[in-house]
Structures are given as structure tokens and as C-alpha cells.
């Protein structure tokens, strides 16, 4: 009898942590985008185990950042271009948040590509067909799911993730030189390293995951009756405030330990094949079929899927969020596409827009590096203002950042400085 109430207990704590997942989790597993799998990718095709380390750097960064993020967003009732405007000139934040745009556009483009690429190389046909399709289908959903059934259908997408996972127990390891590479022993500080670091950075610590969360702690506000922002209803702050962090550490924790697994599953075949050119998710699934076998081939084309799949919405929705916030229009992904038109538009013309990357003589590569780069350059006055809301009494009240917390954001938003200082200087050189 008292081993099945211990059993019971268990189950209980189990689905009242679960229940704390949603705005954190989604987060965390839209940064390893088929982009970011790409990146990933790279990197332990060129390096081996060498730059594993850089994970486990920007796990905490990551941590503080989102947690900034959504508390604001839980604080005030409100999403971040709003509190930014009220913080920093306008036209600053209109340029901030029309680049953020381009940037989101540029990388959705990229991964309807990879995931029309990962679709063809599974089903041998329809690249095209499936690209338009994947773009139909993400817009489709919302502009005319409920903001709680489609919250769920992103929550299940996360178990794509768990694919890369999966790959790790089809092939051998060399477990002495992945905590070698976990702990930095080999750094690999050369100047074609230093660009895959700073690619890294810049995939993991991306500024539409902060809108993103922000605006889905802004979303809990508006639909759920029972909760309120916390300036208004300061009683709720403990239980909130701790379900936040639960919800940020879980969901980082997740992104980077996929993260992880991407780079050592690559790592352990093509860098070891001598394969060390990847330039695409599609490419590195392609080449892992010969060396890890046809399942592991598929599993990770179907993460591309699933993980574009996800991160589509939360690209195109936090542009639409974005700037509708700055422009003051009504925003919300329960409101039906005629009572929320500009911020739709802005959700729509992002997808549509990207879609036409596809068509177009752009190079999707060159164009997704140059996004990567405008992301890492505008994160930075993004984070400053972040920061600068989090620590102000007047907006925040009782519930500014704390010294640790604080410390932890300006620490991320000066790692992300001297990421973008390296971008452009890459760029340029």
C-alpha cells in the first residue's frame, strides 16, 4: 500500500512539473532550427569534439537571457517591444524591430529550404512541392488554431528533438574525446574555429527567441482568467516566478543537449570520414546515411522536419509580435485573422516572403550567414534595453532582477557584443 502511494506521489509530481512546461520549452527547441542544425552540424563536421565546450558556455547565458524575457513579460502584462519603446527612442526600436524581420524572413526562407531538402531526400521526390506545402501548412495553423491547441501542437513537436538523440545509440563513440571536448581541453582557437564559435553564439542566443517568450508569457496573461501580470496581482508572483524558471532551465537545457548531440553524432562519423564541408541540415543528413546507416539518415531528416516545423511559427510569430507591439496594434495568436490584421500580416508576409527565397537566385547559404550576422549585431541593443527594463524599478517594481540574474544578463548581452564585433569583422575581412 505504501509503496503504490509513494508511486502515485511520483506520477503526481511528475505531471505537476510537466504542467509547468510551455512558453520555455518551445522556446528552447525552436533554437535548434534546421538553420541551427546546420551550424551544429558544421561544427563537428570541421572540428570533431573540439568545440563542445561552446555549448556548455552558453547554456547559463541562454538561461538568464530567457528568464529575463519572460519575466517581463509575466511582470508587466506586456511584450518586449512595448516595454522597449518605453525605454528607448522610437525610431531606434522600429529599426531594431524591422531588422529583426529581415533576419527572421532571411531565416525562414533557409529552413523551408532545409526542410523541403530533408522531405526529398527521405521520399525521393517533390523538394518544391514539399516546401510550399510546410509554408501552407505553418500558416495555416496560425492564423486559425486557437493559441491553447496550437501551444499544444508545438509542445509536441519538441519530441522531434529527441531524434538526434536517438542517432547517438546507432553509432560508437569515443566518450574520452567527447569530455574531452566538453571541458575544453582542445579548444581549437584558429581563425576558421573562431567563425564556427561566433556562429554558434549567434544560432543559440538569438533575439527572436526573446520576443518569443516574452510574448507567450503575455499570451498566458490575456487567455487565462486566473493569471494576471504580477504587478497587478503580486500574491501569484511565487508560483509563477518559480514555474518560469522551471519552464526556461528545462527548455535551454533541452536545446543545448540536442545541441550537443547533433555536433557529436556528426563529430563521430563525418568528421571522422574526413566529410568536414557541411553547408546544410540536408547536407549533413545526406552524408551521414553511408557512414551511421539508413535509420539514422531518416531519423535525422525527420528532425529537420519537425524541428522547421516548430521554429517556423516562432520565427514568423515573434516578427509579427514585434512589430505589431511597437506600432500598437492588437496581437495575439487566439484572435482570428481579422481581429488582429497587422499583426497577421506581419506573420503571413514572413512566411510568403521567405518562401520566395526559394524561388529566387538568392543563395540561401550566403543569405542565412548574413542574417546570422544582422542577428548577432542587433541582439545587442535588444539585450542593453532588456536589461535596462529588468533592472527598472518603475517598470518591474518589487520584481527587478536580482544580482545573480542581473550579473548573468549583461554578461550574456557582452559575450553576445564581442560575438557580434567578430561577426562583422569576419564579414569584412
Not at 522600429?94 to 529581415?102: E, N, P, Y
Not at 545587442?380 to 532582477?401: C, D, I, L, S, T
Request: no cysteine.
Amino acid at each position: 500500500m505504501a509503496e503504490n502511494q509513494k508511486s502515485f506521489r511520483t506520477r503526481l509530481h511528475g505531471l505537476a512539473v510537466l504542467n509547468q512546461l510551455g512558453p520555455g520549452l518551445i522556446t528552447g527547441a525552436a533554437d535548434d532550427d534546421p538553420s541551427g542544425i546546420a551550424t551544429y552540424s558544421q561544427g563537428g563536421a570541421q572540428f570533431g569534439f573540439n568545440l563542445l565546450w561552446t555549448l556548455l558556455l552558453t547554456f547559463p547565458l541562454m538561461v538568464s537571457i530567457q528568464m529575463v524575457s519572460a519575466l517581463i513579460g509575466r511582470v508587466t502584462g506586456h511584450g518586449l517591444a512595448r516595454n522597449m519603446g518605453e525605454v528607448m527612442p522610437r525610431p531606434i526600436v522600429m529599426t531594431l524591430v524591422t531588422l529583426l524581420f529581415i533576419a527572421n524572413t532571411i531565416n525562414v526562407g533557409a529552413d523551408l529550404a532545409a526542410m523541403g531538402e530533408a522531405a526529398k531526400l527521405v521520399t525521393g521526390f517533390g523538394e518544391h512541392e514539399f516546401t510550399i506545402a510546410f509554408a501552407f501548412v505553418s500558416l495555416m495553423l496560425q492564423l486559425f488554431v486557437s493559441y491553447r491547441r496550437y501551444a499544444r501542437f508545438l509542445t509536441v513537436l519538441t519530441f522531434s528533438l529527441f531524434a538526434y538523440v536517438a542517432v547517438l545509440f546507432m553509432i560508437k563513440l569515443d566518450w574520452a574525446g567527447i569530455g574531452a571536448g566538453l571541458i575544453g581541453l582542445h579548444p581549437q582557437l584558429t581563425s576558421d574555429a573562431a567563425t564556427t564559435i561566433v556562429a554558434i553564439f549567434g544560432t543559440t542566443i538569438s533575439p527572436y527567441l526573446f520576443f518569443w517568450q516574452s510574448a507567450q508569457e503575455v499570451e498566458e496573461v490575456d487567455q487565462e482568467p486566473d493569471e494576471h501580470a504580477l504587478l497587478e496581482f503580486p500574491a501569484e508572483a511565487p508560483k509563477q516566478i518559480a514555474r518560469i524558471e522551471v519552464d526556461t532551465v528545462t527548455g535551454m537545457l533541452i536545446s543545448n543537449l540536442i545541441a550537443v548531440a547533433i555536433m557529436v553524432s556528426t563529430a563521430a562519423t563525418l568528421n571522422k570520414a574526413g566529410v568536414t564541408d557541411i553547408q546544410t541540415a540536408g547536407q549533413a543528413a545526406k552524408a551521414l546515411e553511408p557512414l551511421a546507416g539508413h535509420f539514422a539518415f531518416a531519423l535525422f531528416s525527420l528532425g529537420i522536419i519537425g524541428t522547421g516545423l516548430l521554429a517556423i511559427p516562432v520565427l514568423a510569430g515573434s516578427a509579427g509580435y514585434a512589430i505589431a507591439e511597437s506600432r500598437g496594434w492588437k496581437t495575439g495568436l487566439d484572435n482570428m485573422p481579422w481581429h488582429a490584421r497587422g499583426f497577421y500580416l506581419v506573420i503571413g508576409a514572413a512566411i510568403v516572403l521567405g518562401l520566395g527565397i526559394d524561388y529566387s537566385p538568392i543563395d540561401p547559404i550566403k543569405a542565412l550567414y548574413w542574417s546570422a550576422v544582422l542577428n548577432g549585431v542587433i541582439a545587442v541593443p535588444m539585450m542593453a534595453a532588456m536589461m535596462y527594463v529588468a533592472r527598472h524599478k518603475q517598470k518591474m517594481g518589487e520584481f527587478r532582477a536580482g544580482p545573480v540574474l542581473g550579473t548573468l544578463g549583461w554578461l550574456s548581452t557582452l559575450v553576445m557584443a564581442a560575438a557580434a564585433i567578430t561577426m562583422i569583422y569576419v564579414a569584412v575581412t
